[in-house]
């Protein structure tokens, strides 16, 4: 079992019932077990067109699930509460984002993990902070860390004298 961790927002229709109803789904994915549910916030939208405030959350879930299939299943979940995918970043009757996969990274156009945008966003980082504050320090090291060996010059390769 790999532990993961899910956040969960809605902006459309009865918010708390939408993001209530998905968690319940995924209690039922068979090989995954949800272990803690943060408390739900309100937040407004950061992107996407002018639209109404969010209730946003985090799970932390074991599946024995691959990630590419784990997505399948959380866009299944999305399909049958009403996610029409229409405008990037618009209104959701509820959006499932993969968060991240025990310690892999992966930086595909289908799937990136740990997901790209994780430390920009207080709405996912208050909640994973609240269920997991270790995983948070460990997501900002592995940022500064990324981040630092930006910064430095690349190494020159040393020539090596020809006998």
Known sequence: MV??????GSN???RQDNINTAIKKIMMLKATRVRKISRIIETHPQLGPPQGLYLNAVLEIETEFNPYHLLQELQRIESSLGRIRMVKDGPRTIDLDILTYGDLSINEEALCLPHPRILER???LGP?????????????NKLKKVTKSMRKPPRKRQRHKVR
């Open 3 to 8: 532990t993961c961790y899910i956040g969960v």
């Open 12 to 14: 459309l229709g009865d």
């Open 122 to 124: 207080e709405f996912v």
């Open 128 to 140: 994973l902070r609240e269920i997991a504050p270790e995983v948070v320090k460990r997501l900002q």
